[in-house]
């Protein structure tokens, strides 16, 4: 692994945080050091409950830091400002266990959902890249449906296409492939591998499912709040 901070993608140093319960404190994650060089593609795994949920969500900033330090696509997350924190979420694709899509949205209109907050494409753009990136994952034909007419499968498909559509440098995936059938979840994750590979994207995927960690460049351990190895 690279320590040149100029090719990676996010350096975790000394990461803690806890959950308090009245009285009682939960460590979650206990002096994680984490590297991931850019165009990586990492598989967090451990089980449920092990931190890797809260890990993903201190990377995308969507929790605060509490202890340690942490550089995200060269921005640092401790004390960050709350535009620079903005800034570092637009260039972070989002993938979850469930598809949350708007009912009432077609699947195109779901994906370019994901390019709002990028003002450099027009709304004409967002249509054609919703279209582009549907057809890239086999759901092309189903741009015009909405959620309720699609299987579980094609439901996440139009997520990973959303997180994807505006070409994010990295992404995060919680678990997305819990929810579907052991081959719909390893084609997803194939064509996700193929695309993130073609356009540069480091990818973080936390997944407990052994089918998925043959796709990964490196396991990465977690188990009680501390890195159990990386291989």
């Not at 451990?46 to 509490?66: N, W």
């Not at 598809?99 to 699947?107: P, S």
């Not at 559509?165 to 919680?174: K, M, T, V």
């Not at 979840?185 to 073609?198: F, N, W």
Request: proline share 2%; aromatic share 6%.
């Amino acid at each position: 692994m690279t320590s040149d901070p100029g090719k990676l993608a996010i350096e975790a140093m000394g990461i803690t945080y806890h959950y308090s319960n009245g009285a009682e404190s939960l460590r979650v994650l206990d002096s994680v050091d984490l590297s991931v060089a850019r165009g990586e593609f990492i598989a967090l795994v451990g089980p449920s409950g092990c931190g890797k949920t809260t890990l993903l969500t201190l990377i995308g900033g969507i929790k605060d830091m509490q202890g340690g330090s942490l550089n995200v696509l060269g921005c640092k997350l401790h004390n960050s400002s709350i535009q620079n924190i903005f800034d570092l979420r637009s260039k972070i694709g989002f993938i979850f266990q469930f598809h949350h899509l708007a009912e009432f949205l077609t699947a195109s209109q779901n994906v370019q959902v994901g390019m709002e907050s990028n003002i450099q494409y027009s709304y004409n753009e967002r249509a054609k890249r919703a279209r582009e990136y549907l057809w890239l994952l086999g759901i092309g034909d189903k741009a015009d449906m909405y959620p309720s007419m699609l299987s579980g499968g094609q439901k996440q498909r139009v997520a990973c296409a959303r997180a994807l559509s505006s070409e994010p440098a990295l992404i995060l995936a919680d678990e997305p492939t819990a929810s579907l059938d052991s081959a719909t979840g390893h084609r997803l994750m194939v064509e996700l591998r193929r695309i993130a590979d073609e356009r540069g994207m480091t990818v973080v995927m936390a997944t407990h499912d052994h089918r998925m960690m043959d796709l990964a460049d490196r396991l990465i351990g977690l188990e009680d709040g501390h890195l159990v190895g990386g291989l």
